[in-house]
């Protein structure tokens, strides 16, 4: 499975941004699709994910603030984030894994190259 991400940039604290994550070569719908992000200095950690059922899952910091959702159809999950803070300042990844949800990076098989948000104050 290939991942390719998008929809990163600047936007100042306040507005809005939506990732999208585009994935090619494998069965998208069966897929548990994750985001995560990485602040410099900082660990890889989980935003959100949604499952092949629609279940969905946020980090607390963003509950409120960031959705996911997924397009089977066009193989293309979406992070629409709203309300952005300057510490939501990071690159963003979305991945992949089979079966069960799991907050967890290394529990995911495939992932995107990264897309950076610079929310500034």
């Known amino acids: 499975v290939q991942l390719q991400a998008s929809g990163g940039g600047l936007v100042q604290a306040g507005g809005s941004l939506r990732l999208s994550c585009a994935a090619s070569g494998g069965t998208f719908s069966m897929y548990v699709m994750g985001w995560f992000r990485q602040a410099p200095g900082k660990e890889r950690e989980f935003v959100a994910a949604?499952?092949?059922?629609?279940?969905?899952y946020r980090e607390d910091s963003v509950k409120g603030r960031f959705t996911v959702s997924r397009d089977n159809a066009k193989n293309t999950v979406y992070l629409q984030m709203n309300s952005l803070k300057p510490e939501d300042t990071a690159v963003y990844y979305c991945?992949?894994?089979?079966?069960?949800?799991?907050?967890?990076?290394?529990?995911?098989?495939?992932w995107g190259q990264g897309t950076l948000v610079t929310v500034s104050s």
């Open positions: 949604i499952t092949w059922d629609g279940r969905i």
């Open positions: 991945a992949a894994k089979r079966s069960i949800f799991s907050q967890l990076a290394t529990m995911y098989d495939y």
